[in-house]
């Protein structure tokens, strides 16, 4: 079966413009999460969503992200003006349930000029 | 708070053995480990939970003492196949937010 799958693979954009990035889990799959990675860094938790329960939002760095899930499958994370700081790679990953193996997809590059 | 990964980086011929270590300051609860190569998505190797449990996958082991709240990563036998970045992730009693190390870079050569 098909894998999570991330649009767009890579976006530039410019500083104070606002991008959306896509994520499609696997399908059933119930748990959905967000992380950033940066150069030489590890993966960053950001959001965490389970089903219809309220998303887990701790890890956003600040209130220029955003994330929803709709009909409990399909995310879509937000960046409000973007800074150059927010350049990264964004991975979403999903999970059958909480707690189980996460599957990454092939993420995001986020470059901001 | 983020896990310590040892060594930072390490390169090894074909067919030689490696160990990674993953250690945390807080209790934890499981230990999962993946691997990522240049510019693809992580790919998941294997979770252990508390309780000193061993798990193997081929040549690839791991092992997780709950205590000193370390996991170690076994790869004999390395393969050119294996080069790549390990990450371990860990959680404790919520376990499912893992909180990632910063990788070990792995090369294997010929």
């Known amino acids: 079966g098909a894998g999570v799958s991330q649009s767009p693979s890579n976006k530039v954009t410019e500083k104070g413009k606002d991008v959306e990035l896509r994520c499609d889990p696997i399908?059933?799959?119930?748990?959905l999460y967000w992380y950033r990675q940066s150069l030489g860094q590890g993966l960053e938790f950001l959001i965490y969503?389970?089903?219809?329960?309220?998303?887990?939002k701790s890890g956003l760095p600040s209130d220029r992200f955003s994330a929803e899930r709709t009909g409990g499958s399909v995310s879509t994370l937000t960046i409000q003006r973007t800074q150059q700081e927010d350049s990264a790679v964004y991975l979403c990953?999903?999970?059958?349930?909480?707690?189980?193996?996460?599957?990454f997809g092939p993420g995001t590059r986020l470059t901001v000029l | 708070q983020q896990p310590v990964q040892s060594p930072q980086a390490v390169i090894l011929r074909e067919g030689e053995d490696a160990v990674i270590n993953c250690s945390s300051s807080?209790?934890?609860?499981?230990v999962h480990w993946y691997r990522q190569k240049h510019g693809e998505a992580p790919v998941f190797l294997m979770i252990?939970?508390?309780?000193?449990e061993q798990k193997g996958h081929e040549k690839i082991s791991a092992s997780f003492n709950e205590k000193k709240q370390q996991s170690s990563l076994y790869l004999t036998a390395s393969q050119l196949s294996y080069s790549g970045t390990y990450f371990c992730?860990?959680?404790?009693?919520?376990?499912?937010?893992?909180?990632f190390g910063k990788g070990t870079l792995l090369t294997v050569n010929p």
């Open positions: 252990l939970l508390k309780g000193g």
């Open positions: 807080k209790a934890l609860y499981s």
């Open positions: 969503f389970q089903g219809n329960s309220a998303p887990d």
């Open positions: 990953a999903s999970s059958l349930v909480r707690a189980d193996t996460q599957y």
């Open positions: 992730g860990t959680a404790g009693g919520s376990n499912y937010k893992l909180t």
């Open positions: 399908s059933g799959h119930t748990a």
